[in-house]
């Protein structure tokens, strides 16, 4: 307690921090909670579960009086991490009793603007944000801290001319904090434009590299998820995370662990805020283990006790991969990262590795039972039939439905439920207009709600995905191990 009165914490906050009994400060909020109790404009190097938000909570909590309207606003990528922020920050200011209000799309916007009216502080999205300054709902004027969380996550998502938006509207003579996973040449020319004599620090890690284990698989595409499935079954585990690049690719994942009697859950962006809420919130209090995502949950999302992480899609780049294994292998305990690769990832998987210097075994596939397939989306209430006319088997106590044993009445291509058999060639869902045999093959959407998504002109874009090619290469590895 006496260390965290020592970094010039206000007393109203202490008191809860004594309440909860935080014996010592985290690294980062050890080295920015001074400056930023000092009023300066602070560019911070973080990773998720770091503490970070405790540590702009408390410039946010002295600089914000009670009734003098807004006063702060906190900008995150996610609506996930605006409502963990609005949490926190409402945790850490009880005794002051600050008003605070999470904002973002995918929810009504007429109890938001009420809320605004009364509030003190904003966490949300810059979407939305944008939407509300738009209205002339919400003004900036007064604001005495600004805060950007993930701000890199932001600059990736295609937030930047928003934030550039934003930012022009919020009172000059403000307090400014960067709070970044990665240091990047795009947050450092984002620091340059608004931030005042700004001062860096960051943090190691929160990842033990000692206790992360790494492997791969380099598996025939028809097997991949027979793969999945074998390793969700046989190691031994704690909650569970398997990533997907696409929305389609998470809910098909999804569906199927479920059809082989494997719970599993799905969140990605095409979900409704309640949705996902629920869903985080079951996975959370460990009711269903295993949470098939895409990489919305990557990022920000503080989730304890996650064992290992599974690559069912090779990320695009290696800072995602980092992000993505960032997930496992924190405070102190084990974890196991798995890559399930075939075809379609060889050029993904290389180029991180090209760019990283990870150490990635390669292990042999193992032996694989055959499994249930089941092609489509089942309709989420009580038994009757799919999208495609086949019946399924109805809602699972964790929400989700498997659709097979049952014939589809749908596209041609879609014929029956099927099994997948090791070593055995079309018994995937049938074929493509092309004729060819076809696993689940699902085109890239971009994981954004709808209303913050750009096209490729700049312009906002309500389509629901942004489909776009993905590497057909055949090529294998060229070194054995990594």
Do not use: W
Not at 376 to 382: A, L, V, Y
């Amino acid at each position: 307690m006496e260390q965290f009165r020592q970094l010039g914490i206000t007393e109203p906050m202490l008191v809860t921090i004594q309440e909860h009994k935080f014996d010592k400060p985290s690294e980062i909020q050890a080295k920015s909670i001074p400056l930023i109790m000092e009023g300066k404009d602070v560019i911070a190097g973080a990773a998720t579960g770091s503490g970070k938000t405790l540590a702009f909570a408390a410039g946010i909590i002295k600089l914000c009086e009670k009734n003098d309207g807004l006063q702060a606003l906190v900008l995150t990528p996610t609506r996930e991490l605006a409502e963990q922020v609005m949490s926190v920050i409402q945790k850490f200011s009880r005794v002051k009793n600050l008003r605070i209000i999470p904002v973002y799309g995918g929810a009504s916007i007429n109890p938001q603007i009420e809320n605004l009216r009364k509030c003190e502080v904003v966490v949300g999205t810059p979407g939305r944000i944008l939407d509300h300054l738009k209205r002339g709902t919400i003004k900036l004027g007064k604001i005495k801290i600004l805060v950007l969380d993930e701000a890199d996550r932001m600059l990736d998502m295609g937030f930047q001319r928003d934030v550039d938006r934003i930012i022009g509207q919020c009172n000059p003579q403000r307090q400014t904090l960067l709070f970044s996973a990665t240091i990047s040449r795009d947050i450092i020319h984002l620091a340059k434009r608004y931030m005042i004599n700004p001062v860096e620090v960051s943090a190691e890690s929160y990842v033990d590299p000692s206790k992360l284990t790494q492997v791969y698989y380099d598996v025939d595409d028809k097997k991949k998820l027979s793969t999945l499935i074998h390793f969700l079954k046989n190691e031994t585990s704690d909650l569970i995370m398997v990533f997907c690049n696409t929305q389609r690719n998470t809910d098909f994942v999804a569906e199927n662990l479920n059809a082989n009697r494997v719970p599993a859950l799905a969140i990605h962006g095409g979900h409704s805020q309640e949705k996902r809420k629920n869903t985080m919130e079951l996975f959370c209090a460990k009711k269903c283990p295993v949470l098939v995502c895409t990489d919305v949950a990557a990022r920000g999302l503080d989730i304890k006790g996650v064992s290992h992480v599974y690559n069912y899609d090779a990320p695009k780049d290696s800072k995602e991969y980092i992000h993505r294994i960032g997930r496992t292998a924190r405070a102190g305990n084990e974890g196991k990262v798995i890559n399930i690769i075939s075809s379609r990832d060889y050029e993904n998987f290389q180029n991180i590795l090209n760019r990283e210097n990870f150490k990635i075994d390669k292990e042999e596939a193992p032996e694989t039972e055959r499994i249930v397939i089941s092609i489509g989306e089942p309709r989420g209430r009580g038994f009757g039939q799919n999208r495609f006319g086949g019946r399924g088997n109805g809602g699972n106590r964790y929400g989700g439905g498997s659709s097979r044993g049952g014939r589809s009445g749908g596209p041609r291509g879609f014929g029956r439920s099927s099994r997948e058999s090791s070593g055995s060639v079309g018994r995937f869902g049938g074929r493509s207009r092309y004729g060819n045999r076809i696993e689940h093959d699902h085109s890239n959407q971009d994981d954004r709600p709808r209303g913050e998504r750009r096209n490729r002109f700049g312009n906002r874009d309500n389509r629901s995905s942004n489909n776009s090619s993905r590497s057909n290469s055949n090529r294998r590895f060229s070194r054995g191990r990594y």
